[in-house]
């Protein structure tokens, strides 16, 4: 699972000191496949998360922009298959919020950091960015963000359920398949992956994020061959897409 709720970003960190310690320069020194530390990637996986699910599921520590109004980026992930790897892949290339400021307009809309505890383009800069410095697509930061912006604008899930009838309610619920088709016209058919947050107490699931899996010239890949997600959808049950519920700003 790769929600950024807080406390595994924090087992993370703690686990990457941990690491750190443990592996010396090896960890530091990593530039492919130095020491233990593998991290080649064999495909991308894109991932947007729909904020409202984002908030239920994790708390009064999620606020939603009100200028945000679609589904949003979490990130793009070199991934290898069927692992969730490579993470944390340069040590030495620090966050920089300034070599990103032409793209803030957008970043604040399309790719909010919605954690008031978080900075979500530190996050998955440090952790999945520097692992995708070697595609040219990829390298560095402004590389890195402009493309997930580009994505974004291309696979605008948002759009792909509302010309399906599917747009945000209170009270409707939606079939699995109405959604799930709805996505999958759009995807060339490629299978992908769809995380619902499920409420136990309300029994109901609300869609959460949606996993599309790229290969390295940005094209579709069938997800299933490629990837092991958990907190999928129930087939079986009825979709919630709940209308945002906007923090203070
Ligand atoms: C790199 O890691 C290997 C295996 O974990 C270890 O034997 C070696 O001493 C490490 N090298 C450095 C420079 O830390
Ligand atoms: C990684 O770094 C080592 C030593 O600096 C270098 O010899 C090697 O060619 C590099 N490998 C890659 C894949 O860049
Ligand atoms: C690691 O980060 C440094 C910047 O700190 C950068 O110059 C270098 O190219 C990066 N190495 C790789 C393999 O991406
Ligand atoms: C951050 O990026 C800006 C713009 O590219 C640059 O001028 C500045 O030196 C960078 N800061 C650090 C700490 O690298
Ligand atoms: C959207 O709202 C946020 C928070 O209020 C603000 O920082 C950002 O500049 C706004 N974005 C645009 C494009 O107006
Ligand atoms: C996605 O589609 C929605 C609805 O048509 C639109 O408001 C939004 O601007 C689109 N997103 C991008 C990045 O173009
Ligand atoms: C997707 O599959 C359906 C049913 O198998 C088929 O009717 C449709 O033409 C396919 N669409 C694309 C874009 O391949």
Redesign the pocket.
Known sequence: MKNYLAPLFVFCVALLVYAKQKQGDNFTSNNGTVGSKDDHFDFMVFTQQWPEAFRMQTGPEVSI?K?VTGWTIHGVWPSQTKKEAPNFCNNTWHFNESVIHDLM?QL??YWPNLLKTNNLWDHEWTKHGTCAAPLPALHGEHNYFATGLRLNAKYNITEMLATNNITPSADKAYAYKDVEGAIRKNVNNMSFVMQCYYDKKAKKQYISQVMLCLDKQFGLLECDKYLSEGDLCWTTETIQYPPFQYGY?
Do not use: I, M, T
């Open positions: 922009p200028n307009p604040s809309l700003n």
